[in-house]
């Protein structure tokens, strides 16, 4: 039977409104918006593990002021998201206990190693290209806190994507050596980031009830096609290839074709059994521990001092 409550939210949902975090929402829709944004929190931490390995080695002060810069952006995510996630009633320390303990995801793409410094290019080009794809959709989802986080989110993402082509495209013209380095990190990191935009379409248990919902607008195979599309011609600008020999224009479908996703290997990495997934979930444990002192002197200012904080 549907109740007064639940009515009021289809007849938001129906007018394109938002649901802001008072308004009444059905408990499944609560449950899967913390699920998502969860695991788009814990991405966007995870996801400053990898390019942070390159912080110390970076080639230049210029390189190494920008890659600083980005690192601390995804950080500056990651705590909106979580704002976010809080805001529909789950605590910050709950969402990092499930991080730290299996039960929430993060992005499969960060469960692979950035190798060579040019990975910090591809991640740029291809990681980030294919989050703000995956994103922009996201500032009209119909939770209103999600919505407007990502409307920031994206703009920073889309100067992240120009910094790696840019650091991509002087390697590709660089001598032999860097060219080969470039081209290596784009065969490496092209059919992970493929798998960020989820399962097929067949497959994906969320999508129905997630796009009634309105919070997903377009379906993963969909967005999975626009980075291809998209990417296509940016790599022929930057004069390197695409790991896929089935890749070509498809006259009727006015879409680039491309070739089988390796579906075995994103289960695997789902799993806990990629390249990295240990080493991830280590080093954030570790440093969350490393940061108990922390909290425990902001708890102890809080407690002598009450809500206030100091001027
Ligand atoms: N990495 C890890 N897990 C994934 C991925 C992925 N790339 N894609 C799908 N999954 C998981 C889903 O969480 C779900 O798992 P669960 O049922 O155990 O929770 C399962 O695979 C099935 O997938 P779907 O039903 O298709 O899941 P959903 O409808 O949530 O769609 C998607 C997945 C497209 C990733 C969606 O959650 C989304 O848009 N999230 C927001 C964007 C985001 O999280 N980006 C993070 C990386 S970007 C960055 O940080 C730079």
């Not at 805001?87 to 190693?113: C, K, M, W």
């Not at 997903?216 to 291809?228: T, W």
Request: proline share 5%; aromatic share 8%.
């Amino acid at each position: 039977m549907t109740t007064i409550s639940e009515s009021r939210f289809d007849a938001l949902l129906a007018a394109d409104e938002r649901i802001e975090p008072r308004d009444e929402m059905p408990e499944a829709y609560r449950a899967t918006l913390i699920r998502q944004i969860a695991q788009h929190a814990h991405s966007e931490i995870i996801g400053m593990q990898p390019e942070g390995n390159w912080l110390t080695r970076a080639p230049s002060l210029r390189r190494k002021a920008i890659l600083l810069a980005k690192v601390q952006d995804e950080a500056g995510h990651g705590l909106y998201l979580y704002a976010a996630a809080e805001t529909l009633g789950v605590s910050r320390t709950e969402l990092l206990d499930a991080l730290h303990t299996g039960r929430q995801r993060y992005s499969s793409i960060f469960n692979y190693p950035t190798l060579t410094w040019a990975d910090v290019g591809a991640i740029g080009w291809l990681v980030d290209g294919a989050a703000i794809v995956n994103q922009i959709p996201l500032t009209r989802c119909s939770f209103g806190p999600y919505a407007r986080a990502m409307v920031r989110i994206c703009q920073e993402e889309s100067f992240h994507q120009r910094q790696g082509y840019e650091s991509l495209h002087t390697l590709a013209r660089g001598t032999e050596g860097q060219r080969a380095m470039a081209q290596d990190a784009v065969d490496r990191w092209w059919w992970p980031s493929l798998m960020m935009f989820g399962p097929p379409d067949a497959t994906s248990t969320h999508s129905s009830r997630s796009t009634e919902w309105k919070i997903k607008r377009h379906s993963n195979d969909e967005l999975r096609q626009r980075f291809v599309d998209l990417c296509v011609p940016q790599a022929e600008i930057l004069g390197l290839t695409l790991p896929d020999a089935d890749l070509r224009w498809n006259e009727q479908t006015g879409h680039y074709d491309y070739g089988e996703i390796d579906w075995a290997e994103f289960k695997a990495v789902l799993d806990g059994d990629g390249p990295c997934n240990r080493q991830r979930i280590e080093r954030r444990t570790q440093a969350h521990r490393d940061g108990q002192w922390v909290r425990d002197a902001a708890a102890a200012y809080q407690a002598k001092h009450g809500q206030t904080p100091a001027a």
